[in-house]
């Protein structure tokens, strides 16, 4: 009897133990979430001599990818799942096949934070390191190692990390190891809480190891790379100043110069209600920094160096002479004046006026070439840091924006553009491209679901393709649904016939849902319409894209 | 064995019927002074907060938030709603944030994610991109893309939220 009761107390207890254990279990569980994002693009390619396009033997491509992510409190793990079916044409053609192309774990602790396999990281403005992506088109350097992040004190970051690049669905040789620090003066020191002038300061190392594997020339294996930089805000005004150094890095970019490279960027910025000003500078001189010195297109990068000039968004802007930036030398300013005219004002009118100025210069730097026969330390010039070499692009331009009515928005640009197309096309023996551009685009709403939005560009010059002309119309039924045509004309074309690149496409959106079908010639760049702008390689044919976040 | 595996199934299926609702992750960014800034620190009150994603070069993100800015003030006013602007930029254009936000005269909160670390732990595609979160902090819609007149649908939603309402289909 009594081992009878023993036993049946037991299993109560073991019942309600084990239960207390499932509500525990539940309870933790129960606070991790699942979230992610899905993104699919295929597309048909037809023929079209025309534009000088082919049908890949393929003749269907097809991309796409999923993301998951898992969080629960501190810890957080994910894994991305890519598919190249076989990548889309414009796409790197290093994207074969499937695989899961990216996994990481991680957990945070006080102020410990650490993360195991993938990650992105950028240290500063990246000049010495950046690891990020940019699935649209096929970018990825993403470093596979560890991480390691800690809060020393209020206002101390330091992040340390070892690991190697991804290369498609490999990954590259070298080792990357990297160190940052960077202290906020304001919440470090108690004294400066409250002072309204703001410092930030940082300085990263950054180092890589590849094996000297050159039967002819004696490489460095470890090259090591120095930035400090600093930030400055008081008020209305903020400085944003970065320098990088590197050791010599004899590279297939730079044609194994074995110059120190070094790279520096000022930017300052004033604004307040109504006005923006803001005022950058930069000089880079032999600073492509690759975790394989013999790595070319957009293979692993382990610094960034952005494009000093605007990122426009009309398409003949955008994806005609888009100025791409010279990791082997380059010196560029640019100014950006952003103004409101009131409402009410005599410029302003009833809904005030938008005017937006920006001019961006950049060149060559200047190089006077080293004898190797007079100078043995195989550096290939020397570089007079003030002196510009050649014109390597300039873009003036200017955008007024105006609500007309209740129902009317105008907005118009012009830009003057000269372009370099031999050093940043890599062309032989043509000369550069000077083209004025206009836009104008207006917005009509019919009411409060139904608008109409026309842009009409035209870029005119005598060089390289000659003019063209764009025209889109574009028809929204908010918040599901939308229809566009577009239609670029080139003409006056010295080289070729009279050509013009249609397309067509709708899309339908619902939450994180989007579905968009288009038909016809496309350009690469910056391709906004139905709302969305991404960044798309060049394309002809039937094209099909699914994106869903959850 | 069989009552563990038992035991683990109630366990995964009571998960999934209650599984959290999403919340703001706790991703890093900077503001537009470039401090540090942690996410798990937004925080409007118990009212709903717009979490956008934008960007100084996409047009569309630009429409959204100046059409949405000329009427933030009676929204703000009506349910107490804050906007979360979301930048994109990388350190091309991150420097022009603040200018263009102060320029255009917006009232929101800004932030900047130079690097996509708060873009990828929300699995967000392309810009503009926006979430609605409730007075408790969960997510409870969200939108992708901008066509004029969407934020008319936007503030619907918001002020069935600021008055407690839920906005599930």
């Not at chain 1, 649209?136 to 330091?158: C, M, Q, S």
């Not at chain 2, 109630?10 to 998960?15: D, I, K, S, W």
Request: proline letters at 3%; charged letters at 20%; hydrophobic letters at 35%.
């Amino acid at each position: 009897m009594n081992s009878i009761k023993l036993t049946l107390l037991a299993g109560i207890s073991l019942i309600g133990f084990s239960a207390i254990q499932a509500q525990e279990v539940k309870d933790i569980l129960n606070q991790g979430k699942i979230t992610g994002n899905f993104q699919v693009d295929a597309q048909y390619y037809q023929e079209d001599s025309a534009i000088g396009a082919v049908q890949p033997n393929e003749e269907f491509l097809t991309n796409g990818f999923l993301n998951l992510i898992y969080t629960n409190s501190g810890f957080s793990a994910g894994i991305r799942y890519e598919s190249y079916q076989n990548a889309m044409l414009g796409f790197p053609t290093g994207y074969k096949g499937s695989g899961i192309a990216y996994r990481f774990a991680s957990f945070t602790k006080d102020d410990l934070s650490v993360t195991v396999g993938n990650f992105y990281e950028q240290f500063g403005n990246g000049l010495v390191l950046r690891a990020y992506e940019e699935r649209g088109l096929g970018y990825d350097n993403a470093i596979d190692g560890i991480r390691v992040k800690y809060k020393l004190f209020n206002g101390i970051e330091l992040t340390g990390l070892v690991g190697q690049q991804r290369l498609y669905f490999e990954k590259g040789d070298g080792i990357v190891r990297a160190f940052n620090a960077n202290i906020n003066f304001n919440e470090t020191f108690e004294s400066l809480k409250d002072k309204k002038t703001k410092v930030i300061v940082g300085g990263s190392v950054v180092s890589k190891f590849q094996e000297d594997n050159n039967p002819d020339l004696i490489l460095p294996e470890n090259v090591a790379s120095f930035a400090g930089r600093t930030i400055i805000s008081r008020g209305k005004v903020s400085l944003n100043a970065e320098y990088a150094f590197k050791y010599n890095d004899p590279s297939l970019d730079n044609g194994y110069n074995y110059k120190n490279g070094e790279a520096a960027f000022i930017q300052a910025s004033y604004s307040q209600k109504g006005l923006g000003v803001s005022l950058a500078a930069k000089r880079v001189d032999n600073f492509s920094f690759r975790s394989d010195r013999d790595a070319s297109q957009q293979d692993l990068f382990i610094n960034y160096q952005p494009a000093l000039t605007k990122q426009h968004t009309y398409n003949l802007l955008a994806t005609l002479y888009p100025y791409a930036t010279q990791p082997n030398g380059e010196m560029a300013v640019q100014g950006d004046v952003i103004y409101t005219f009131a409402k009410g004002s005599l410029l302003g009118g009833k809904y005030g006026t938008g005017v937006q100025l920006n001019a961006s210069f950049a060149y060559d730097i200047n190089r006077d070439s080293i004898n190797p026969l007079e100078d043995d330390s195989r550096n290939l010039y020397t570089s007079n840091y003030f002196e510009t070499g050649q014109r390597l692009f300039r873009d003036m331009n200017i955008q007024i924006s105006k609500k007309l009515s209740k129902d009317w928005k105008m907005k118009l640009t012009y830009a003057n553009i000269l372009f370099n197309q031999e050093v940043v096309q890599g062309k032989a023996d043509v000369p550069m491209v000077s083209a004025h551009v206009g836009v104008a685009e207006a917005t009509y709403k019919f009411n409060m679901r139904n608008s109409i939005r026309m842009e009409g560009q035209v870029l005119l010059t005598e060089q390289d393709q000659g003019n063209w002309a764009t025209g889109i119309l574009e028809y929204s039924y908010s918040p599901h649904w939308f229809v566009a045509v577009i239609d670029q004309f080139n003409y006056d074309n010295p080289k070729g016939a009279e050509e013009h690149y249609y397309n067509v496409s709708a899309g339908y959106n619902n939450q994180g849902n989007r579905i968009t079908l288009a038909y016809g010639r496309q350009r690469a760049g910056i391709f906004c319409v139905g709302g969305v702008c991404r960044e798309v390689p060049a394309a002809n044919g039937l094209y099909l894209s699914i994106t869903s976040s959850f | 064995m069989k009552k563990v595996l038992f035991g683990l199934l109630v366990v995964f299926g009571f998960q999934t019927n209650t599984m959290a609702q999403s919340k703001l992750p706790a991703v890093e960014v900077k503001t537009m002074e470039f401090e540090s800034f942690n996410t798990s620190e937004i925080s409007n009150d118990g009212k709903p907060i717009i979490v956008n994603f934008w960007a100084t070069w996409c047009s569309p993100c630009k429409r959204e938030l100046n059409n949405i800015s000329d009427m933030y003030e009676d929204w703000v006013d009506e349910t107490g709603v804050k906007l979360v602007a979301i930048s994109i930029d990388d350190a091309r254009n991150m420097g022009k944030v603040a200018p263009y936000v102060n320029g255009q005269s917006w009232e929101y909160d800004v932030y900047i994610d130079p690097n996509g670390d708060l873009k990828r732990a929300m699995g967000v595609n392309n810009v503009p991109h926006t979430f609605l979160l409730d007075g408790k902090g969960n997510i409870v819609w969200q939108h992708n893309s901008y066509s004029e007149g969407d934020e008319y649908e936007l503030f619907e939603l918001v002020k069935k939220l600021s008055k407690g309402e839920s906005i599930s289909k």
